[in-house]
């Protein structure tokens, strides 16, 4: 079946086309509805005709592969995904509001307003990033803004994921990308780094600040590489009241090297969040373009310029590390000993900010019998679990985004517990330790078989006295072999 061929009334999958919305380069936009569904819907379908350009079908089967893995109000939800072997499309919900296109028709816009925006754009850029995505196609048609207030980005064709296979990469290493948003690195066919994005942000930001595109709209490669050496015109040349703070944090976003940018989108939306903390450099004070001795400087650098292989973005997670606390509720000593390992935990989240704590606790299960469902006094177990969980947590006062609870059933707490420390990629365990009994000395305790077994750090905490609230961890860094 081919795309081109689709009318309105057509239904496919349920779906009633109603009306031909726009015609891409790559694909084309039909609204559809569908009964029962209230929401407002698009479906998008791949040109396939003869003689389409085969990128199109390319482009769309990596946007079929990582759409419906995003969630979150910075992406379009998915509703549907059709079948490749019949007609591959994608619903996804129509999004309110408008492209950054239609208020680029107003540039150059106000400081506020641009910093406005753009912080928007960076809090949605580094949702997408934490979910292990680089979009690679930052502009203003690839971005919405919902009326609600959320920027969403759009197209995801040329993008990348950590966890799929590269398949533009696999096809070509010429660059990819729309030529005017383009990051230095990407020109070089580097397709692994976030600070991509932030560049080709930089790019929106100036264009928002001036009405101009700081390298144009260059159509061959050469054209693209000039961006390795060629300084954008200082933002104070185009427009003398720009204040120094903006220019800066612009300048920043367009270094050639990505260690000399932003380090992620959201250290860029706080810096245009909170302007009177930008640290003003050279950058800020730049009111005319660099002279013919400095271009050529620039040249001869940039002919002979190296970019070492950039951090891909599960690379960048591990500066923030996944922290595995594993409770147990059951003990005598549970709440002195959960104390204690909150304690200890909080010094490990003060150490790295950035790290993702996974709060675990096994509820033990028969291996003969079916267990009981709710506990004496008729409340569900499991969920009286989850409740403790969260109940522990609450002092911490961490985002909702850095800590997640897990209750699992198992028949061995051990292995349950290394089972998902090897399957999540722990960093590093963090559990406390009964105090010493006669069954314990015979049968072994769970936190001495992990720290034998685990892979990662395992730090495990007891109580000096019996009732004492102190602790003192022990067995750092497994495997230790016993």
């Known amino acids: ?255 050639v090297d990505p260690d000399d940018r932003f380090q992620t989108a959201g250290q860029l939306a706080h810096a245009l969040r909170n302007p009177d903390q930008v640290v003003l450099t050279g950058r800020a004070a730049r009111v005319k373009s660099p002279g013919l001795v400095k271009r050529v400087k620039n040249w001869w650098q940039g002919q002979n310029r190296v970019i070492a292989p950039p951090m891909r973005v599960a690379d960048r997670l591990d500066k923030a590390p996944i922290i595995m606390c594993a409770l147990d509720f059951s003990v005598d000593e549970a709440d002195a000993i959960s104390d204690a390992v909150k304690r200890l935990v909080r010094r490990l989240l003060e150490t790295d900010p950035g790290a993702r704590l996974v709060c675990l606790t096994v509820l033990k299960t028969s291996l003969v019998k079916l267990d009981e469902a709710l506990d004496q006094g008729g409340r569900n177990i499991y969920l009286k679990r989850l409740v403790a969980l969260k109940d522990w947590a609450r002092s911490l006062d961490l985002l909702e985004e850095s800590v997640s609870f897990h209750v699992i059933e198992a028949v061995d707490p051990a292995q349950a517990i290394l089972d998902y420390a090897s399957f999540n990629g722990v960093d590093h365990i963090v559990m406390g330790a009964r105090g010493h009994s006669t069954l314990r000395r015979y049968l072994g305790s769970v936190s001495s078989r992990v720290v034998a077994e685990a892979s990662c750090s395992v730090t495990v905490v007891r109580l000096t006295h019996a009732h004492d609230q102190s602790a003192e961890p022990r067995d750092q860094d497994a495997p230790s072999g016993g």
């Open 1 to 255: 079946m081919e795309s081109h061929r689709l009318h309105a009334g057509r239904v496919i999958d349920g779906f009633k086309l109603v009306e031909l919305v726009h015609t891409g380069g790559m694909a084309a936009l039909w609204s559809v509805t569908k009964p029962g569904e209230p929401r407002a819907m698009l479906m998008k379908v791949p040109f396939l005709g003869e003689g389409d350009d085969h990128s199109a079908i390319i482009g769309f089967e990596i946007e079929h592969m990582i759409l419906p893995r995003l969630s979150g109000p910075h992406v379009p939800a998915v509703i549907a995904v059709g079948d490749f072997s019949v007609l591959p499309h994608l619903v996804i919900e129509r999004l309110p509001g408008k492209s950054l296109d239609s208020r680029l028709k107003d540039a150059p816009l106000s400081p506020e307003d641009v910093c406005w925006l753009g912080a928007k754009i960076a809090t949605a850029l580094q949702d997408i990033h934490r979910q292990h995505v680089i979009h690679l196609d930052v502009k203003p048609a690839n971005i919405m803004l919902r009326d609600s207030g959320p920027a969403v980005m759009i197209d995801y064709g040329l993008s990348r994921h950590d966890e799929l296979p590269d398949l533009l990469a696999e096809e070509s290493d010429l660059p990819i990308g729309t030529s005017a948003y383009m990051a230095p690195e990407q020109v070089l066919g580097i397709r692994s780094d976030p600070r991509s994005d932030i560049f080709a942000l930089g790019v929106v930001l100036y264009e928002m600040t001036s009405g101009e595109k700081p390298f144009g709209n260059p159509s061959t490669r050469a054209g693209m590489r000039q961006r390795l050496y060629h300084e954008p015109r200082p933002l104070r040349a185009l427009q003398p009241h720009i204040a120094p703070w903006l220019q800066e944090i612009i300048l920043k976003c367009l270094e």
